[in-house]
């Protein structure tokens, strides 16, 4: 009988008696190493019969598995691994690897845990292998659910639970790097197998984050020591780093695709509240993505924000803070207009819940402060360019003040908040380019708001802009004391072009605002604001404009009758203590005499003019405001200037600040001046007098005065004194120059241009003779013109339209 079976083995094909060999009689003694060996040679030398070894391996491995005979089932797979491995290069593997996914997907569908991973642990081997033919009807889907799907294990043996587990994301990573790398095959990005692959992903990541934070507490406390904690490789470290691969190879198109399932797990399972695990997993996505494609997931998480505008307050703000904490990475790659996108976007939002609440309550505060604190980690990263125009954009943005509604008035408050929030982040440098004009003018007519809020937000603004040396903290306080910490530098020459430019309309804005309410905050923000920009631009140049601006305070605060008695004190101190910082900070001994001369003078009489500022819900005192001899003297403040040897004509001739005047008129001229006075200049046929240049420029440029010289008693002085025209003719100049400004007022454009029309025709005339008579004289043809007629291109144009 023997001998019958052994004829019959003779008579099998090699590769089934070589395949039988490496099957041991007892299956404990595992595979014979030796007749795998011989089996590997006979593949590699005859690669026909690959196709057929893998063939008859799984039948005999199908076999097995229905026998429950599992150890044999392991070496059947043991060895397709080993042929895998050692064949890989042969052009007939994909018909060996198609009997190798048959056993593998055999495996996975049994019961038996241990024959899951056995199969598992294969194909990753497989995934990890280049083939040089690609395969076009080699389809993954049954790996993709058995594998996410083994992700969810939930065995109640834990640690046969995490070992299927990690089987399960292992196979998923496997299917990834075997389907990313070849456009040839399955597209793994179809909705269909992201929404199985991403939530089996985070499913295992949420465990991992709570892990995280126990064993940290554990650390901070004693309990675990670093040593305990190095332990092996966990599902949640592992889901982490397969999250970042997958991340990671995301095409441009392809991004949304992992986007969508992610948010739509955070929703499902509520995990926004507490947003610990959402801000942990958009972390991981944004710093495995592309950078280019950053901006992608700001923009999926904004359109997520969208569809949950009626999700709870709650639910929002998480989102939000999330937002925050991610767009901050999305910054560096946005420039231009999806910079502007954003920070549009995120103002909608904004405006959105504004609209939709009638009354805020602290859940919506909190929403719209975490959207305010997403704006400015935006903003912090961008250049400081950049940053203005995003200021100007939201600037421009926010609600005129025509509008008093009490929702308008909110979002007022909202958007300047969101200002103040950029603001906060730029670093100033040069007041010119943290001021530009469309953003300064909207910026001091929201400065004379009628609301407390929206002034003081405004104050915050120009206060975060003004303080380049970090004194705002120290000057928040009105004092007459010396401030200790007071940081200054001098004044550099665009800070004071800048200055006599606009520091006019800034002032003027600042006594408008501190006239508006006697509210302490107010006031407070106000002379703030005030003392910063003294610290930052005053000088010997610019002194005279900022005592001016002191004068016009205490003037609102001594002839206003709309203010009470209580705002007038106010105004009087912050006067008083806007003195003696103007004066310290410029180093004018003698204007620092005058003004310890009034201090020691009100200390005596009227210490209720004297800091600190009074409350008008505490005070009901009645107070004596008839007091002229304790008040800043203009004339005073010149001759201290005059002592200090510095130029006091402005301060002598200027008019104070007065209230709601939108500019100084010391510091502006009509057209029709500006005009009378170039005209003065140019040697026209217009009949118009020169007069000195110079004066005309020092009078024309904001706030300098041509300075009063010493008399010198010399003959050449003596001569330019005699030089000089007399009263009379000064008087006629004058005359001329009004009656030549009436006739550009009221004359008519065809009557100006007869005025001013060359008187050159007589020389003109003549000229044309003599090359007439020339011509005659050579007998040179010549076609004559009419005299009367002059072509159009010889028409003078009056030089006083020249542009």
Not at 237 to 264: D, M, T
Not at 270 to 295: C, G, K
Not at 792 to 798: A, G, L, Q, W
Request: glycine residues 4%.
């Amino acid at each position: 009988m023997s001998g019958c079976c052994g004829c019959c083995s003779a008579l099998r094909p090699r590769y089934k008696r070589l395949v039988d060999n490496i099957f041991p009689v007892n299956p404990e003694d595992g595979l014979v190493k030796s007749n795998m060996e011989k089996l590997t040679f006979y593949s590699l030398s005859s690669p026909d019969k690959l196709d057929r070894i893998g063939e008859y391996l799984y039948q005999k491995a199908s076999k097995d598995i229905n026998r429950k005979r599992y150890k044999f089932v392991e070496i059947a797979m043991e060895a397709m691994d080993i042929l895998l491995q050692a064949c890989h290069a042969q052009t007939t593997l994909n018909l060996f690897v198609e009997s190798f996914l048959r056993m593998v997907q055999k495996l996975l569908e049994d019961s038996n845990p241990n024959l899951q991973i056995l199969a598992t642990n294969s194909f990753v081997k497989f995934a990890n292998i280049n083939e040089d033919t690609p395969s076009y009807h080699r389809r993954y889907d049954f790996f993709i659910s058995k594998f996410s799907s083994m992700c969810h294990g939930n065995n109640e043996n834990i640690e046969l639970r995490d070992s299927i587990r990690l089987a399960g994301i292992k196979g998923v990573q496997g299917v990834i790097r075997k389907t990313v790398s070849d456009d040839l095959v399955e597209n793994i990005w179809e909705k269909q197998h992201m929404e199985k692959i991403v939530p089996s992903l985070l499913f295992n990541m949420q465990f991992g984050v709570n892990v995280m934070f126990v064993k940290k507490n554990m650390l901070a406390s004693g309990d675990l020591t670093p040593v305990e904690d190095a332990t092996a490789v966990t599902p949640p470290v592992l889901a982490e780093e397969v999250l970042r691969e997958l991340v990671g190879r995301a095409s441009f198109g392809h991004i949304r695709s992992v986007l969508k399932p992610l948010l739509s797990h955070l929703d499902r399972h509520e995990l926004w509240v507490p947003n610990t695990f959402a801000i942990h997993t958009f972390r991981i996505v944004m710093i495995s993505i592309q950078p280019q494609y950053s901006y992608t997931v700001v923009e999926t998480l904004m359109q997520h924000l969208d569809s949950n505008f009626k999700s709870s307050p709650k639910t929002r703000t998480s989102l939000a803070v999330v937002l925050s904490k991610i767009i901050a990475i999305a910054a560096g790659e946005s420039v231009g207009p999806s910079a502007l996108d954003i920070i549009n976007n995120l103002l909608t939002h904004l405006r959105t819940s504004v609209s939709t609440t009638s009354e805020i309550t602290p859940e919506e505060s909190q929403y719209q402060e975490a959207l305010i604190n997403a704006l400015g980690e935006f903003a912090n990263h961008h250049p400081d360019y950049q940053k203005i125009e995003i200021m100007l954009f939201i600037m421009n943005t926010v609600p005129d003040l025509s509008k008093k509604s009490k929702g308008d008035q909110m979002l007022q408050n909202i958007l300047l908040k969101s200002l103040l929030k950029v603001g906060t982040q730029y670093s100033t440098v040069s007041f010119e380019k943290a001021f530009p004009a469309s953003f300064l003018q909207p910026l001091l007519k929201m400065a004379r708001a009628p609301h407390d809020p929206t002034r003081i937000i405004v104050m915050q603004i120009f206060q975060a802009l003004l303080d380049r040396h970090q004194n705002e903290k120290v000057l928040s306080a009105v004092s007459i004391k010396p401030y200790a910490a007071l940081s200054q530098e001098t004044p550099s020459r665009s800070d004071i072009i800048f200055t006599h430019k606009y520091g006019a309309n800034i002032m003027q804005a600042l006594i408008d605002s501190m006239a508006l309410s006697d509210k302490l905050d107010s006031l407070t923000s106000s002379y703030n604001t005030a003392a910063l920009l003294i610290v930052e631009m005053a000088c010997g140049e610019t002194v005279q404009e900022f005592l001016l601006f002191i004068l016009g305070i205490q003037q609102v605060a001594t002839t206003s009758d709309d203010l009470s008695v209580i705002h007038k004190c106010c105004l009087n101190i912050i006067a008083m203590a806007l003195l003696t910082l103007i004066a310290r900070v410029t180093g004018i001994n003698s204007l620092l005499e005058y003004a310890q001369k009034i201090i020691e003078d009100r200390k005596q009489e009227a210490t209720y003019f004297l800091p600190p500022l009074l409350d008008s819900r505490k005070s009901n005192k009645t107070y004596n405001l008839s007091l002229p001899h304790l008040a800043i003297d203009k004339m005073a403040l010149a001759e201290c200037l005059q002592s200090a040897g510095m130029d006091f004509n402005r301060l002598q001739t200027g008019v104070p600040y007065s209230l709601n005047q939108m500019d100084n008129p010391g510091h502006r001229h009509s057209w029709v001046e500006s005009v009378s006075n170039t005209m003065t200049q140019r040697n026209s046929s217009a009949d118009l007098t020169a007069y000195n240049g110079d004066a005309d420029s020092i009078s024309s440029s904001p706030g300098v005065s041509k300075k009063a010289l010493a008399p010198e008693y010399t003959v050449d002085a003596m001569k330019r004194y005699l030089a000089e025209p007399s009263e009379s003719v000064k008087k006629e100049q004058l005359e001329k120059q009004k009656q030549i400004v009436r006739t550009f007022r009221e004359s008519d454009f065809e009557e100006l241009m007869r005025r001013t029309e060359p008187k050159h025709d007589v020389i003109q005339n003549r000229l044309n003779d003599l090359f007439n008579s020339l011509a005659i004289d050579n007998k040179t043809p010549q076609s004559t013109t009419s005299q009367n007629e002059k072509p159009i291109y010889e028409t003078n144009f009056p030089e006083l339209f020249y542009y």
